[in-house]
């Protein structure tokens, strides 16, 4: 099957799926946990073999442990899928009701989007996730992973298609794409695929932006900011930094800059820069950082960078604006996060800083999906439309109008005969 | 200024925009309106000059209606400008309260989109409407009309510029672009420019969505189909494809195929036909409406084509399933109607008509922003992200989430010593 017939595969699947009766997609969620529980051995076995001949071509160590899928990983997609089952019925849920005249009511109902496409690099753990969390939301998948899982990817769809299947889901709600080149034609079957999901390194994701014109759920960049505002309590303002920046740096909302207020520079450059030294953190500082603490020198580029490593940037600013406008400029709209003791401050931060996240007073790490109580994580979005920051299950529907009459026309509004009443109905949508 | 210059200074006003007093956004709306009104005599003989340079260019007289702007017209815009003034504050609103754990807590509040693109053909009431609905929900605007209306483009665009700053709303938050070229340049701006949104014909909507990596809101196709079930009351689906057919034929929503139940045929094509001849529509059959009714014969062609015209084509399907099957091949998915007595087939066509808006027993001429109680229109979207079917001041904002710490930091949560509450709140969002 080509990609193009993969995909005409999954949006007829998807029409189905989006109309299917809750409770079927409930029983195959818990059939797909029983079945990636069954094919334990499989599984594993599959992983191991990938991580053989991934060890054979020299691929790193950070990558041959994100590539790993064992007993542990398994336990852990299940209880995912379990938690998953938990979360309340999210299509057809009623978000407005309105009766526009006597026995003729509109309803807006949430609905899912159709087919989303995900490509994903080595984690196999992904594959699971965004399958079922598709399944749950009533969308059909088109999934590609990294080449280095493909024995571990193609058992892992082919226990969920099946065991799904099996359950009722419509059959060809989920495609496994296997080669690089269809990735590239799946991003321009803009007329079958309604959203693309990329998860991996920003280089990759970026490439995926700018190579459809399918719209794009996701971030190329994490360049997040903390800036220590002259009214902050700077014990405070250490802890925070050094969580922003060391708890796990090569995430996206790891902070790659910080930002001090002139006022208290003095004060705070050398207790930041004993706190840092001892995670072994090295300090790239602009010209007025240099004069209080002794580290390299930041260039332009080095605002613009995410390090995604033990290196932060540090620049002195003269105002609550200055620090604003840095971020503004050179952030990524991912998260920014303001330290100070100044209510005022705080609010003007947070309204003027133009990211999908900003904090008063709380490490950077808190932007993440599990930790907002979303349950399950879509991704973290950077877009100004749709879905912003992490997104959850939310991020995988849309909605529909549906509109009950008696044989109105409009003809008897438009010629004055009958009004509208727009009267807010509080009732939800129910047909049969 | 050119026209990076121009969105570069749309951008900047945008964050300053984005937080804007509520009041001040009231005063300047109310400020517009009065300077709309005091300006008539300008704008009226602006007008008159492109008229009259447009009727000697033999502009066709549809189009030339289109561009009159008269003292009725101005009458009309500032009527909306009212109610838009009396709609709620849109900006700030909180969505969604959580306290993750004690003393931290994280809002979802809405938030203006940014810098938003309109290109509108020849209608200048397209100007004012949309810079006021950016206005009222903190958006930055880049206005670009028909060249045929470039005297009064140039003055609305001018009063508007001028009341709103004097108001205090920040400079350069409207922008208007006058040439063709800057068209082409505001769709590369994607670094700049957050969202475009075309008014306009189809092919004129279809270029701006091929050419721009910006997303597009809006519909670039309204094939709309109205099905008349085997269980329909045929009286009313005469009125039903009557008045979807033929209320308003040279728009988006009206409809442009039947599907008829090959069980009613024989009776409801000759009324159909008998209706439709008094409103000297043209029918275009497939065989078997040709088996009942003489008209001429429709091609492949005709299931795909919007002729916003007095043409509408005719087929017999054997089935619901044959109809939504149609639907969902040739539909543009923006509005389809189902008339029927059967409320058990109305749900299986509303379910799995993959449209923005499904009708059960009224005309498809209902899909429009201002008969759904929406108030102020920002288009019709066959989207199926953000937003879909007509959307009202809502399509213009996304949402910004805001955590309100005391210090924390995540590892206290990675290493266990803090546990998450994830605790709904009951309240508002509320820094100062």
């Not at 003095?266 to 072994?280: C, G, K, T, V, Y």
């Not at 300090?283 to 290196?311: H, M, N, P």
Request: aromatic letters at 6%; one cysteine or more; proline letters at 3%.
């Amino acid at each position: 099957m080509d990609i193009r017939q993969a995909a005409r595969a999954a949006k007829t699947a998807s029409i189905r799926l989006a109309a299917c009766d809750p409770q079927i997609k409930q029983t195959a969620l818990e059939a797909v946990a029983t079945a990636l529980d069954a094919e334990r051995e499989k599984i594993v076995s599959a992983n191991r073999q990938d991580l053989r001949i991934s060890a054979d071509n020299d691929l790193a160590p950070p990558l041959l442990k994100r590539l790993k899928f064992d007993d542990a990983k398994i336990d852990e997609v299940i209880a995912g899928i379990k938690s998953l089952i938990n979360l309340p019925e999210p299509v057809c849920v009623t978000q407005s009701a309105i009766e526009l005249d006597e026995g003729l009511e509109l309803y807006r109902v949430s609905s899912p989007i159709g087919v989303i496409g995900v490509v994903f690099e080595s984690r196999p753990d992904a594959l699971v996730q965004i399958s079922t969390l598709c399944l749950k939301s009533g969308n059909a998948v088109l999934l590609k992973g990294g080449s280095e899982a493909a024995n571990t990817n193609r058992i892992l769809a082919d226990v969920i298609q099946k065991a799904s299947e099996k359950a009722a889901i419509p059959a060809g709600w989920l495609q496994l794409l296997e080669t690089r080149e269809d990735v590239g034609a799946m991003l321009r079957l803009d007329e079958l695929i309604d959203l693309i999901i990329p998860r991996g390194s920003n280089d990759f994701v970026r490439y995926i932006m700018e190579n459809s014109s399918i719209p794009v759920l996701g971030h190329a960049d994490g360049i997040c900011h903390v800036y220590v505002d002259r009214d902050a309590d700077l014990d405070m303002a250490i802890r925070i930094a050094v969580d922003s920046k060391c708890q796990y740096v090569a995430v996206c909302n790891a902070a790659e800059t910080l930002l001090v207020h002139e006022h208290v520079a003095a004060e705070f450059l050398p207790a930041l820069q004993e706190a840092l030294s001892a995670r072994e953190v090295e300090i790239r500082g602009c010209g007025k950082t240099r004069e209080f603490i002794d580290v390299t020198s930041a260039s332009e580029k080095d605002w613009q960078t995410e390090y995604l490593d033990l290196i932060v940037s540090v620049k002195v600013v003269d105002s609550l604006s200055a620090a604003v406008e840095h971020i503004n400029t050179y952030g990524s709209g991912h998260t920014d996060a303001i330290v100070t003791t100044n209510r005022r401050s705080a609010a003007i931060f947070m309204n003027l800083v133009d990211s999908g996240n900003v904090f008063w007073n709380a490490s950077t790490r808190f932007s993440d999906g599990f930790r907002y109580g979303l349950g399950a994580e879509v991704g973290i979005s950077t877009n100004k439309i749709h879905a912003r920051g992490p997104v959850g299950l939310e991020g995988l529907l849309i909605y529909k109008w549906k509109l009950l009459g008696k044989g109105q026309t409009v003809s008897l509004y438009a010629d004055g005969s009958r009004q509208f009443t727009h009267k807010i109905l509080k009732k939800d949508f129910n047909l049969i």
